[in-house]
């Protein structure tokens, strides 16, 4: 009997900004899996000394990363070597491109693009055993593992998040409707895919992307004379660091408790935040670190109170799932704030776990930092909680072994 042998692919794999996909492969493989590895790009090197990043860095299966030419002619030795199928599931791929409600005008090239890449990557892991694949992302590599299943014969899934499904969505219907399964990262992403494509329960289980409690000790919070104030996240208009910069600023002009504010994160806002710093009170104590590795933002994790994710829907439509870094914090023992958004929600409950401002709010969330100045025990008991719920619900291992239980039932593992 064939061992069960899953493909796992993303964007980029392994990448220093999805640790979520990488943990997850790597306590499946804790759990006895035989998890192989795709990467639409080129993955990240040097992510750690010579350890399982990087050997799962050396061992990936890079698509488009290895170039046009060579793409063109992996897909061609496909094409050659499986005729029928292949013509199948081009054939397939350009309907889609050509008709699906859910490509736009520009997209469709990118589509039959992708379409031709999976027929490339069906080309290289061909003779490595593979049973099943599943993509994190479900924009590009789902519409990418998609196709390379239909071109080997296989069954597939994903696991959307949220840029790859609000602005960049692609062929969801087309995917929720083939998949033999998704994994759900809230029960908020439950409910959008029943709304779209209405499918049992069992086939939309409901999987956390966890934290290993284990790799992350929760830890006091500091008391010093200020209150330490941390942020983490990618510079764009959705995570709300613009909010909180401003409300840093309210306190410090009002003359409210001493607070510093520390953010962490590069992107397309950067220079729009240091233009806002600069037009801050100099009483303001405010600090923009740019790109920081996961061990770094560990660190200011102990030197922090408060963790603050003030995330708000973007104009685009952009929003948050259920960010990692708010876990991360939650496991360190922080209290934290977040914008209201439904699925935070699942992870957060206001006053219990954390305090849930109004997406974006910067009244609320100056007040909510004012009251967590003058009151450092219940920054102590919010950090506890968050601590508590993260081990009942969001633990890595208790959620991988929820993904190798759907794989089990399913007959792919």
Known sequence: MTRPRVLYMSGTLPVRSETFVYREI???????????TASVHAPTHGLDDDGPLSQMANETTEIYSKGKLALIKDMAIELLSHPIRSIGTMTRCKLDALFSGEVKLARKPKVIWQGMAALALARRVR???ITHIHAHMAHVPTTIAMYAAMQLDLSFSFTGHANDLFPNRTLLSEKLRRAAWVNCISHWHRGLYQSIVTRPESDYPVVRCGVDTNAYEATPSPHGDRLEVLSVGRLV?????????????????????????????????????????????????????????????????TEADVFALPCRVAQSGDRDGIPVVLMEAMARG???????LETIRELIEHEVSGIMIPPGDQSSLTKALVELAKDRDRVDALGMAARRRIEEEFDLTLNARRILDTMRERGVA
């Open 334 to 340: 922080r209290c934290v704030i977040s914008g209201d």
């Open 26 to 36: 790597l306590a499946l493989r804790s759990l006895g899996l035989d998890v192989r």
């Open 237 to 301: 208009e959705k995570k709300g660091m613009d909010v909180l910069l401003r409300s840093a600023g309210e306190i410090a002009k009002a003359g409210g408790p001493k607070l510093r504010v520390r953010i962490a994160g590069g992107g397309p806002q950067m220079d729009q935040l240091r233009e806002l710093v600069d037009l801050l009170p100099p009483t303001a104590e405010v600090e923009l670190l740019g790109d920081t590795d996961n061990d770094t933002v560990m660190k200011l994790m």
């Open 127 to 129: 003779g490595n055993g």
